[in-house]
């Protein structure tokens, strides 16, 4: 079973986040700002990931350590999760069209973190969620897992653009992790480790 549980504590943030990669898309998410809930949802669902968060933080400063800390806490479990890594695909992408918006999301879990950003919004907040805050989050999770992360994003509307982003990236996470039954048991590296 590849499930884990992750608690990070600090002055700032208090989280914990529980995942199975191999889920069916089930979750229960709460950070405390509603728009990141929303996208959190949409990536577990579309990557079929379990998945429950709690996540509290010093949204009275701004929204900066609870969203940069939920990615890297969430990079953490699936790097837990994903133990060796062995038999698993390492890479996967997916375009996912919303609309206006059409996001193109690539990841390759090879030990080396890594974020290429390529998204604009027009405004400041999508519903509660500071679009700046964005990018900060995957760079998170990609520094908690140890992968290169490549987001292009275009659209009209943000709130298709954020939310074209997150289903492109549950889509392509799911590709990266899922076994491949012909690499069974080997090390997806000609390194011999990732």
């Not at 800390?69 to 996912?96: H, S």
């Not at 059409?102 to 974020?115: A, E, F, K, M, Q």
């Amino acid at each position: 079973m590849r499930i884990a549980e992750v608690d990070r504590k600090t002055k700032e943030t208090q989280i914990t986040i529980r995942i199975n990669i191999d889920g069916e898309g089930d979750y229960s998410v709460s950070t405390q700002i509603g728009f990141l809930d929303h996208m959190l949802e949409s990536f577990s669902k579309h990557g079929l990931f379990d998945l429950k968060i709690e996540a509290e933080g010093d949204l009275k400063v701004d929204q900066h350590h609870t969203i940069e800390d939920t990615g890297l806490v969430l990079g953490q479990a699936f790097k837990e999760a994903l133990g060796k890594k062995k038999g698993i695909n390492r890479t996967g992408y997916f375009a996912f069209p919303m609309d206006d918006s059409l996001s193109i999301i690539s990841v390759d879990i090879g030990g080396r973190p890594y974020l290429q950003f390529n998204a604009k919004f027009r405004r400041r907040f999508c519903g509660e969620l500071d679009t700046d805050m964005i990018e900060q989050f995957f760079a998170g999770f990609a520094i908690g897992l140890g992968c290169n992360i490549t987001i292009n994003a275009k659209g009209k509307d943000d709130h298709h653009k954020i939310e074209s982003i997150f289903k492109a990236f549950g889509k392509a996470m799911r590709m990266a992790c899922t076994l491949d039954s012909r690499a069974a048991g080997k090390m997806p590296s000609t390194k011999g480790m990732i």
